[in-house]
């Protein structure tokens, strides 16, 4: 069945550091993909998606790049802020359908 | 507008009582959905609805669980004769049927605690 797989945390980077959450997914189907953000006591918020190969998602300074040829869909960020310390969970639509799938999730924490 | 909501915000309950747990998804969003995160895990796909009808009922772990929706709106979710590992995060999550993204928007959750 479908599958996300990413990066286990948790991860700690200082600020300004450059960040990078692998992301791999299994290819079945034509899948819209997502990330996800939970911020400290807060519920899930879409951070950015991706509906096609080559499209890039970018919100609040964070790229993911839909890369059909890998499978693959990494969050980027050129220069982490303490602000930015949360789970990310990367996901992705079925085989045309509605559910999606989450991968486990990967703690980031930014220290000053 | 309002988001999705979610009631109670937290729950503790004694094994073998039953618990009932609601969803208010956002004005208009046809497709509501149920998640379930235990602790370390991601989201577990429990149930979707399209409307008042669940076509998809296939990640409702026992018959212990059941959901059901209302005038295209309200869901409850129902655990009945709680066991301790069903402790987690149950989110519910709603979405429009336009376009093919599948964008979904999450309430705050449920944390249920079984003791």
């Known amino acids: 069945g479908d599958s996300v797989t990413q990066m286990e945390g948790p991860v700690t980077l200082s600020e300004e550091a450059f960040l990078t959450i692998n992301c791999t997914y299994t290819a079945t189907g034509y899948p819209s993909l997502f990330w996800y953000v939970q911020y400290p006591g807060e519920g899930l918020q879409l951070l950015l998606k991706?509906?096609?190969?080559?499209d890039k998602g970018s919100n609040k300074g964070f790229e993911a790049t839909y890369r059909k040829e890998t499978t693959s869909f990494h969050l980027e960020k050129g220069s982490v802020q303490v602000s930015d310390s949360a789970v990310y969970f990367c996901?992705?639509?079925?085989?045309?359908?509605?559910?999606?799938?989450f991968g486990k999730g990967t703690k980031l924490s930014v220290i000053p | 507008g309002a988001g999705v909501s979610q009631s109670p915000s937290n729950k503790v309950t004694e094994k073998g009582k039953d618990v009932e747990l609601r969803c208010d998804p956002i004005?208009?969003?046809?497709?509501l959905y149920w998640y379930r995160q235990r602790l370390g895990q991601g989201l577990e796909f429990l149930i979707y609805f399209q409307g008042n009808s669940a076509p998809d009922k296939s990640g409702l772990p026992s018959d212990r669980f059941s959901a059901e929706r209302t005038g295209e709106s309200v869901s409850t979710l129902t655990i009945q004769r709680t066991q301790q590992e069903d402790s987690a995060v149950y989110l519910c999550?709603?979405?429009?049927?336009?376009?093919?993204?599948?964008?979904?928007?999450f309430g705050p959750g449920t944390r249920l605690t079984v003791t």
């Open positions: 996901a992705r639509s079925g085989a045309g359908s509605y559910q999606l799938t």
């Open positions: 991706a509906t096609k190969a080559d």
């Open positions: 999550a709603s979405s429009g049927t336009s376009g093919t993204s599948y964008e979904q928007y």
């Open positions: 004005s208009g969003h046809t497709a």
